[in-house]
Each structure stands twice: as structure tokens, then as C-alpha cells.
């Protein structure tokens, strides 16, 4: 105890800070990786959505300017033409991507920036599933998620967890998910034929039943996004949303695989459920990141807990007069 101009100094325990919000950081590290690991094999496996980008005119008479005639261009059909090289060249960057989401540290600014490139090889798969759809907006929305998911991983490591424009890009990420997905289900634009049919087959119900569970799905995806800006409704919001975002992933393979299937299908469809993790893993992250603070014994905030802290190394002494 420390007596400073008539004060008695009284002095608080350090806080650090990067131990105390690290289960946070691993949230956004395991949904990164997880998400990048499903497009790398749909990438090595199968392939790239971007056929409906480069089979174009264009992209040919970008190609002459190489010297590439037509019959390289397209190929003999065993994947050695021009587009098909370049769509799996790509999956060798979701593959880098995916390791960097292992080793990347704060303060590592090449691998961060590899990061928001991996975000934008994301925006460019996502943009290529909207071209096919035939522009529906839900498709590029519902990949909010997905697009954001590298780049709010750098934002907590190089900004913290707890910055405003962290916890401002987890909550967009999370409202463009369900705001597309809550589209669709509710018919405000065609519903994809995987939904009532993975309802179906898994509930075992019919065409109608599932329609009708379908809407009800899509009107409690738009409460979530609503619910997600109340102090009160917020963490229950995120909680239901990654719930909600688990069984949405887990449906593909659950519907999908079978024992008469090599490998009972997994090769098919366990990827649909991994690349969707940043749909479970930014609501969870929401969810602990907006925990009640704990409490000291004499019932004061313990320093460094409460959702609304500043990222900062220490906390100050309390210092109290003495008469």
C-alpha cells in the first residue's frame, strides 16, 4: 500500500489481455481454417465454380492475345485446356490459405495480407455461385460469412477481439448470412431444390410440410438479424444462429450420405458441412464475446471481462483518499 499526496494507492493485478480473449482468436482461426480447407477440396476434388465466368467470349480473346488457340483454350475434355489449369492452379491458393490460418500472428503482416486475399479469392467463388443463379442477391448474401471470415481474423489479431470494427464486421458477416439464407426460405426469391429436398428426406415429410417448415425457418432467420442489435436479445440471437448454422451444415452430409455410396459419400458431401463453419463459428464467437462479465467478490466487474473493455495491456490503481 502506497500513501501519494494524501491518496492511499491501491494496486490492481495486470490483466493480460491476449490470454483472457485467445479462445476468441481460436474461434475465428478454426472457422478460417475450416472454411478454406472445404473449397481447397472442392478445388482439388472436383471444381472451381467459375466456369461460368471464364467459358466466355472474352475470356478466349484474352487468352489469343497469348498465342492460345481454340483447341487449347478448351481441351480434349481430360482437363488440360487453359481454364481448366487456371481453376486448379487456383485451389494451391485456398490450400496456402488454409495453412496461414494456422500459423498467422499478430503482427505477421505478409501472412494477414494473404489472408484478405484469400478474402477476395472467397468474393470472387461467391460472385461466380450469383452469376449461375442467375443474379439472385440471396446467393452472394448467404456467402457474407464465408467472405468476411479471413478478413475478421485479421481484424482480432492485428486490431483485438474486442475493437468496434471487429465486432462491427462479425455482425455484418453473420446478417448477410441469414438475411440471404431467410430469403429464400421464406420465398421471396426460389428456394434452391437442396432445401425441401434435405428437409424432406431427413424430417421424412412431404413437399408441403417442408415448404411450411421452411418458411417458419426463414422468419426466425430475419429475427435473428434483428435480434442481434438488442442488448438483451443478442447473445440468445447468436446462440440460435450458430445452432441453426451447425444443423444448416451438418444437413448436407446427414441427407446426402448413405452405405451404398464409396466411402458412404463422404468424399460428396462432408465438405458442403466444413467449408460452412464461419456460419457456426462467427455467431459462437458473438455469443462468448458478449458474456456477462465476471465478478470480484465485492460484487465490482473483474478488469479486462466485460464485452465493452479496450484492448489494453493493464489496468489503472484505484486510489482512494484518506481524511
Known sequence: MNIEGGYRVIPQPTVNKPNLDSPLIILLRLG???????????HFYWEGPYGILLWQDATYEFAGRF??????????????????RWIARIGWLYLVCTVITVTVRKGSWGQMAALVGGSGLLTILSYAKYVASQRQLPMFMEHGGQILMPILLVMALALGVRHRV?????????????????????????????????TSVILDVEYDT????????????FLVCIGIF???????????????????????????MTLSLNYWGADQFVHEAVL????????????????????AENGA???GLTSESEDSGTTRPITCKID
Open 230 to 256: 438488442f442488448p438483451h436479445l443478442r447473445r440468445p440471437s447468436a446462440l440460435y444462429a450458430a445452432v441453426w448454422g451447425f444443423l444448416t451444415a451438418i444437413a448436407r452430409p446427414v441427407a446426402g
Open 301 to 303: 466487474p473483474r478488469p
Open 276 to 295: 460452412r463453419a464461419p456460419h457456426v463459428f462467427i455467431p459462437l464467437f458473438l455469443f462468448f464475446l458478449w458474456r456477462e462479465p465476471q465478478r
Open 32 to 42: 478460417a481454417f475450416l472454411c478454406f480447407a472445404g473449397w481447397t477440396w472442392v
Open 210 to 221: 417442408a415448404n411450411t417448415m421452411l418458411h417458419a425457418a426463414g422468419v426466425l432467420d
Open 166 to 198: 471487429t465486432v462491427t464486421t462479425a455482425i455484418v458477416a453473420l446478417v448477410t448470412t441469414y438475411a440471404g439464407h431467410g430469403c429464400y426460405a421464406v420465398g421471396l426469391w426460389p428456394p434452391p431444390a437442396t432445401f425441401h429436398a434435405m
Open 67 to 84: 498465342g492460345i488457340n481454340w483447341e487449347e483454350f478448351v481441351g480434349s475434355g481430360a482437363d488440360d485446356g487453359f481454364v481448366q
